[in-house]
T-cell receptor, first 111, second 110 residues
Framework: KAGVTQTPRYLIKTRGQQVTLSCSPISGHRSVSWYQQTPGQGLQFLFEYFSETQRNKGNFPGRFSGRQFSNSRSEMNVSTLELGDSALYLC??????????FGSGTRLTVV | GIQVEQSPPDLILQEGANSTLRCNFSDSVNNLQWFHQNPWGQLINLFYIPSGTKQNGRLSATTVATERYSLLYISSSQTTDSGVYFCAVELMDSNYQLIWGAGTKLIIKP
C-alpha cells in the first residue's frame, strides 16, 4: 500500500515568488491536512480538507491557501513568499481509523 | 487552548538503556498519537493510542485519558532510535487538527 507522497522534496524560492506543493494521500483516505514545521514555532496546523471541502484552517495569513481535488490529492499554495516561510511542510492523510500518516515533507527555503 | 507538554526535552542515553517519555495534556482528547521524526524530517507514526496500552516490539505506550497523560517506553535502545519524539492530540470536539507537543530529542550513543 503506497504511503503519502509529497512533491517536490526540496524547493528554493526567492522572496516575493509563489510556490505550490502537492500531496497525494493513501488510497482511500479522503482527509488531507497540512502542517508547517519551523525550529522556532514547532509544528503548526495549516488546514484540513475532506472531500474537496476545507473543514478547518489554522492561524496563518491569507497568503497560504489550499485545495483538494476529486481524487483526494491536495495542493497548498503560498504567495508573495517571505523569508519566514522557510520551513518543512508536511502533509498527512487520515482514514477511518483516525490515525494520521505523514508524507516525507517538502523543505522550502526562501532566499 | 489545550496545552501539550512533553518531558524531558532532551535525553542522552547509551545503547541498550531503557527510557520513558511523557506527554501531559490539559483537556479531554479524541485522539493521541506518538511520532518519531528521523533526521530527514520524516514523521513516522508509532502509536495511535487515545487510551489503554499498546506494544510494538521494543516500544510500548500507555495513555491514561482520565488523568490526561501518555507515556512512551523504549527498551534496549538502539542508535537508530535517535531523533525527536512527538506527542500530538486531537480535541474531543474534533476540529480535524493535531496539536503538538514540543518534542523530546533523544540521542542514543553507541
Amino acid at each position: 500500500k503506497a504511503g503519502v507522497t509529497q512533491t517536490p522534496r526540496y524547493l528554493i524560492k526567492t522572496r516575493g515568488q509563489q510556490v505550490t506543493l502537492s500531496c497525494s494521500p493513501i488510497s482511500g483516505h479522503r482527509s488531507v491536512s497540512w502542517y508547517q514545521q519551523t525550529p522556532g514555532q514547532g509544528l503548526q496546523f495549516l488546514f484540513e480538507y475532506f472531500s474537496e471541502t476545507q473543514r478547518n484552517k489554522g492561524n496563518f495569513p491569507g497568503r497560504f491557501s489550499g485545495r483538494q481535488f476529486s481524487n483526494s490529492r491536495s495542493e497548498m499554495n503560498v504567495s508573495t513568499l517571505e523569508l519566514g516561510d522557510s520551513a518543512l511542510y508536511l502533509c498527512a492523510s487520515t482514514g477511518d481509523n483516525y490515525g494520521y500518516t505523514f508524507g516525507s515533507g517538502t523543505r522550502l527555503t526562501v532566499v | 487552548g489545550i496545552q501539550v507538554e512533553q518531558s524531558p526535552p532532551d535525553l542522552i542515553l547509551q545503547e541498550g538503556a531503557n527510557s520513558t517519555l511523557r506527554c501531559n495534556f490539559s483537556d479531554s482528547v479524541n485522539n493521541l498519537q506518538w511520532f518519531h521524526q528521523n533526521p530527514w524530517g520524516q514523521l513516522i507514526n508509532l502509536f495511535y493510542i487515545p487510551s489503554g496500552t499498546k506494544q510494538n516490539g521494543r516500544l510500548s505506550a500507555t495513555t491514561v485519558a482520565t488523568e490526561r497523560y501518555s507515556l512512551l517506553y523504549i527498551s534496549s535502545s538502539q542508535t537508530t532510535d535517535s531523533g525527536v519524539y512527538f506527542c500530538a492530540v486531537e480535541l474531543m470536539d474534533s476540529n480535524y487538527q493535531l496539536i503538538w507537543g514540543a518534542g523530546t530529542k533523544l540521542i542514543i550513543k553507541p
